[in-house]
């Protein structure tokens, strides 16, 4: 495989130019990119949705979005169901296009999965690239006291869901389903008897323990899910210490410091494709205009290899 880095200090590209086919591609020299860089970048390949499929097919099984973050539409609804568009669209004339703080998907639920796929089927025509941010160095460069703090107290992420919310979320119409899907995904569940909506918490540390290595690496929602209460003043999506107290300001502007410090663009080019390490990067998303811009996803509950 020709390889070049992505940046000095975080990712990897391997440049299809001269040896279009992806499926070709040695799958075995692939994982071990994925383990050193936890960002592989594929560019220069002749792709489109059903290769993007029959690739990623080779590194495990997919997860539908039921419990996820938002609603996205489903790719391919003729195979299983997995491939989700990225672009907001749900209850709007045309998809949204603000920009979107560091997270890592389904870092709220005991589901998140380790593998995630990125498919660029058409980049925005000025910024829109998804960015993403090593949280080795992140933690890396937290000072000692805010390494102190997350160390000794975990982080909860407090969800409510009305009636008509939960059942997009949980995709089903019973809530019978949904106790069984917060007791999978250790997360405690209070129902409202009165308006049956639904209040959810799951609590974790912000610090996780990479796959490969071993190394603490900041990675989590905490920053999204700030944007979420404080720009759009959402109070149906938060996040607290375990204790219930807010996360102290100064240590939010740090993290927030650190995140335009030490964040990249994924530089899409037309059916590029990237693979993520979801326990060891954040990724978040460029603020952009163009209506057009399409990004698929495809995540990984589990890696055996």
Not at 109 to 126: D, E, H, K, Q, T
Not at 133 to 140: K, L, M, P, T
Not at 215 to 230: H, R, Y
Not at 272 to 280: G, K, P
Request: charged share 25%; aromatic share 10%.
């Amino acid at each position: 495989m020709k390889t070049r880095p992505l940046y000095k200090d975080m990712g990897v590209v391997v440049d299809g130019s001269d040896h279009p086919d992806m499926m070709a591609l040695d799958t075995e020299g692939v994982k071990d990119l994925f383990r050193t860089y936890g960002l592989v970048l594929f560019d220069g390949f002749q792709t489109d949705t059903k290769v993007f499929q029959r690739f990623t097919d080779q590194f495990g099984q997919y997860m539908s979005n039921k419990g996820g973050g938002s609603v996205r539409d489903i790719i391919n609804k003729d195979g299983d169901g997995t491939i989700l568009s990225v672009s907001y669209n749900y209850n709007v004339p045309k998809q949204r296009t603000f920009g979107l703080p560091l997270h890592s998907d389904r870092s709220y639920v005991r589901s998140c999965p380790p593998l995630m796929w990125f498919y660029c089927v058409i980049p925005a025509a000025g910024d829109g690239h998804t960015t993403a941010c090593d949280g080795v160095r992140f933690y890396e460069h937290l000072s000692p006291s805010t390494k102190t703090l997350f160390q000794q107290n975990r982080i909860k992420y407090i969800r409510h869901y009305s009636d008509n919310e939960w059942k997009l979320w949980c995709q089903t119409d019973n809530l019978g389903d949904v106790q069984a899907y917060c007791r999978d995904n250790g997360l405690s569940l209070t129902i409202d008897p009165d308006d049956q909506s639904v209040t959810t918490e799951y609590a974790t540390s912000a610090i996780m323990k990479t796959r490969w290595g071993g190394k603490d690496a900041f990675v989590n929602s905490i920053l999204i899910v700030l944007w979420q209460e404080d720009d759009l003043k959402r109070t149906s999506s938060l996040v607290r210490l375990e204790n219930g107290s807010k996360i102290p300001p100064d240590v939010v502007a740090e993290l927030k410091e650190l995140a335009t410090k030490l964040t990249e663009p994924i530089p899409w080019t037309p059916h590029s494709l990237a693979m993520l390490d979801n326990n060891r990067m954040m990724h978040g998303r460029q603020p952009f205009d163009d209506h057009n811009r399409e990004i698929y996803v495809r995540m990984c509950p589990k890696i055996d290899w």
